[in-house]
């Protein structure tokens, strides 16, 4: 069985600071990994998305992340936070032969000026 | 349509009614799948579905719960005799062909709160 577990459900950064958003995952199979973002009162939309090609991978809005296996990883990050990067963050995963995505309980990014 | 759209955007319900969610998924998507948020957790894997295949329930949590998607493309979300405990965000998304790897687009969700 799959599952994510996003560690901690609120993260505050000050603006220009590095943000690190952390997801584990498990999973029997070599999984698909993604983030979605939720901005306030809009739907999720894609980040970022991992597919068995680069373990580096570069999404929208400069967020990046980085898939290692060793550490069944899959954290966020971007060099430096702005206000507009406050949302809500989803990591997923799903595996190579169904289409049932998981999705963790999220972390609410908060950017303080 | 640009996006995958959902209505109503707000529903207010008493205990033990019925209710209808509506979701239009993007045009030409295959895919639909509903979701159920609640405040402080994930996305609840409701159910999914893909062309003209059998839909799959499995994320359904009872029976009072049922979706139907006519001609590929317009989908309902039905709840019967609705509780409490049914007061969350449902979102609607849909993906443009059936595999692991496609994005899936969401639409805004429908807030139920059932009094």
């Known amino acids: 069985a799959q599952s994510v577990t996003q560690l901690g459900s609120h993260v505050s950064v000050s603006e220009g600071a590095l943000v690190l958003l952390r997801c584990n995952y498990s999973?029997?199979?070599?999984?698909?990994l993604f983030w979605y973002v939720q901005y306030p009162n809009q739907g999720l939309q894609l980040l970022l998305k991992y597919t068995s090609a680069a373990t580096l991978v570069k999404g929208i809005n400069g967020f990046e992340a980085e898939f290692k296996k060793s550490e069944t990883s899959f954290h966020l990050t971007k060099p430096s936070a702005h206000m507009s990067d406050a949302a809500e963050y989803f990591c997923?995963?799903?595996?190579?032969?169904?289409?049932?995505?998981?999705f963790g309980a999220g972390t609410r990014l908060f950017v303080k000026a | 349509g640009a996006g995958v759209s959902q209505s109503p955007s707000n529903k207010v319900t008493e205990k033990g009614k019925d209710v209808e969610l509506r979701c239009d998924p993007i045009?030409?998507?295959?895919?639909l799948y509903w979701y159920r948020q609640s405040l402080g957790q994930g996305l609840e894997f409701l159910i999914y579905?893909?062309?003209?295949?059998?839909?799959?329930k499995s994320g359904l949590p009872s029976d009072r719960f049922s979706a139907e998607r006519t001609g590929g493309s317009v989908s309902t979300l039905t709840i019967q005799r609705t509780q409490q405990e049914d007061s969350a965000v449902y979102l609607c998304?849909?993906?443009?062909?059936?595999?692991?790897?496609?994005?899936?687009?969401f639409g805004p969700g429908t807030r139920l709160t059932v009094l």
């Open positions: 997923a995963v799903s595996d190579g032969g169904g289409f049932k995505t998981i």
């Open positions: 045009s030409g998507h295959t895919a």
């Open positions: 579905f893909q062309g003209n295949s059998a839909p799959d």
């Open positions: 999973s029997s199979v070599p999984p698909y």
């Open positions: 998304a849909s993906s443009q062909d059936y595999t692991s790897t496609d994005t899936q687009y």
